[in-house]
């Protein structure tokens, strides 16, 4: 390599830091470092009521994002079963530390399986967090939900035909029978 293509290379390495070292005021500005998280029901299964959410997180910047890590906050009325990438769970919140993303690398994904509440219902909201951190230090942050409706339990008017499981007990003063899987 001669002189000047090395210092081409130089030229062309210092213009990229210098747009990941860009001002943290405008992270999605274009060219600069950028994070992406996507949350959505893949499956839901009854009997118990289990939903499966799929997380998708990626480096839509130009830059490798270091520290990456996914937070996903579980509604009242869920509860965590498991996930298929290690997380660290404490009461409705969980955490996966995804370490370094690199830029036009493919998106991690997380399977997540929640249980709903036995005495669950309306429409639980399941939100989702993602962070990163520049090379140049400037911090990355998008955010997106999941919705899913939790009707285990329906007015009795709407139940009088309804088959209840064995063993089965309406939530205390409630006028409701179980729904049928």
């Known amino acids: 390599m001669d002189r000047r293509s ?19 005021a ?14 959505t029901v893949i499956d839901r299964k009854c009997c118990p009521d289990e939903v499966t959410f799929k997380i ?32 660290i769970v404490i009461e409705k919140t969980g955490t996966w530390n995804l370490g370094t993303l690199l830029r036009n690398s493919s998106p991690i994904s997380i399977k997540l399986v929640a249980t709903i509440g036995e005495y ?3 429409l639980l909201r ?7 951190v520049s090379t140049g ?18 007015p009795s008017k709407e139940a009088k ?12 003063g409630a006028k409701a029978a179980w729904a049928d899987c």
């Open 161 to 172: 035909n309804a088959k209840l499981p064995k063993n089965a007990k309406a939530p205390k």
């Open 56 to 87: 998708e997180v990626a480096n839509t910047g130009n830059c490798d994002l270091n520290q990456v890590e996914v937070v996903d906050t579980l509604p009242n009325g869920m509860t965590y079963s498991s996930d298929d990438h290690g997380g």
């Open 6 to 24: 090395g210092l081409m290379g130089l030229v062309a390495i210092l213009a990229l830091l210098a747009i990941c070292y860009a001002d943290a």
């Open 26 to 39: 405008e992270p999605d500005q274009a060219g600069g470092p950028a994070i992406e998280v996507t949350k």
């Open 137 to 154: 230090g400037q911090e990355v942050t998008d955010q997106d939900f999941a919705d899913v409706e939790a009707n285990k339990w329906m």
């Open 120 to 122: 669950a219902s309306g």
């Open 126 to 132: 399941n939100t989702v967090a993602a962070l990163g």
